[in-house]
């Protein structure tokens, strides 16, 4: 990147550990990090509570946290009173789907970014150890992007994944080198009243088995 001041990219912020990867991946490419994070009705506060302690520590040149009415997003399991599937990752979406969530937030992230003059925009999704869900497909992210330049003023945007087409252990192992501190992070979608993880949900398996492949603990508490 050139002299003079850092470009803007507003990075969406969840507290899940591929968001603290992507936050800090942001802030290596020489981007001057606004972070936005949602409150959209999600069961645990804890992710959002994550979210701004990393935010902090990064630092970020600002961090939002957006209210979104619960009421759009009813029918999940990490909104409603679904219960969270404990038996292994299967086929098919899970219950853990958030109706158009990751359409929501980036709809609103290019919103912030359009207002403050930034063309970049990070969303930490991933498409080879994720869990089934359609907004982190490939084929979403360039939509998106398409849709962004059609629908803005100026166009010019980009919209970076970065750990897109990463396993779980290379984004493990990218964030460890990028200096993330996964103890700030949070990736249970059912953790107890204490905040440890269950270590049997699909974030949990999913996390767990990154951070075994890639030869490290993952520094969280868990219930087993
Ligand atoms: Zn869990």
Redesign the pocket.
């Known amino acids: 990147m050139a002299d003079g001041p850092a470009a803007k990219a507003v990075v969406l912020l969840s507290g899940g550990m591929d968001s603290a990867v992507c936050l800090h991946a942001a802030k290596a490419m020489g981007y001057a990090v606004h972070a936005i994070s949602f409150r959209y009705g999600q069961r645990h506060r804890i992710e959002l509570q994550a979210a701004e302690s990393l935010a902090r520590s990064l630092p970020v040149v600002e961090h939002l946290i957006f209210d979104l009415a619960a009421e759009a997003f009813a029918g999940s399991a990490l909104t409603d009173s679904v219960a ?1 599937p404990k038996s292994g990752v299967g086929a098919g979406i899970p219950v853990t789907y958030v109706p158009a969530r990751n359409t929501v937030f980036l709809s609103i992230a290019l919103a912030w970014a359009e207002s403050m003059a930034a063309r970049d925009l990070f969303i930490g999704v991933n498409a080879v150890d994720y869990s089934g869900y359609p907004d982190c497909r490939p084929a979403f992210i360039a939509a998106f992007e398409q849709l962004a330049n059609v629908a803005t003023k100026e166009g010019g945007y980009r919209v970076h994944a970065p750990l897109l087409q990463m396993s779980k252990a290379e984004i493990v192992r990218r964030g460890l080198a990028l200096g993330v501190d996964f103890a700030q992070t949070r ?5 107890d009243p204490a905040g440890r ?5 699909d ?2 398996r999913l996390r767990l088995g990154g951070f075994a492949e890639a030869g490290q603990v993952d520094p969280l508490p868990y219930v087993c």
Do not use: Q
Not at 187 to 191: E, K, L
Not at 197 to 201: E, L, N, T
């Open positions: 969270v990736s249970c979608y059912d953790p993880g269950c270590g049997a949900c974030a949990c």
